[in-house]
């Protein structure tokens, strides 16, 4: 089992910015892909932004070039920072971890509201 405790957040205006970060805890030797997901109102969860273990980042066309994912393997946690944000990023943000044997553990969900 892994636990991931999720905090940042918040309202913010557009074109300003924000982190979220995201603490992992428990069996983590087996995990190969880690990342952030969001879930607008009324539509599905989608990737925004995640990590490979073993090298490689990727990133929804939406975000890119305004996002950034990043880890600290000591203090095992995650951070997705958030740079020039827009009215349609609001949602509820993820994190999540994937582990071999197609196990994935999520965090318990942030809210981000991005005012125009």
């Known amino acids: 089992q892994v636990q991931l405790v999720e905090s940042g957040g918040g309202l913010v205006q557009a074109g300003g910015s924000l982190g979220l970060s995201c603490i992992y805890s428990g069996r983590l030797f087996d995990i190969y892909y880690m990342g952030w997901y969001r879930q607008a109102a009324g539509k599905g969860r989608e990737l925004v932004a995640a990590?490979?273990?073993?090298?490689?980042?990727e990133y929804a066309d939406s975000v890119k070039n305004r996002f950034g994912i990043s880890r600290d393997r000591a203090k095992t946690t995650l951070y997705l920072q958030m740079n020039k944000l827009k009215p349609e990023d609001t949602a509820v943000y993820y994190c999540?971890?994937?582990?071999?044997?197609?196990?994935?553990?999520w965090g318990q969900g942030t809210q981000i509201t991005v005012s125009s």
């Open positions: 990590i490979r273990i073993g090298g490689g980042e």
């Open positions: 999540s971890v994937t582990a071999y044997g197609a196990k994935q553990y």
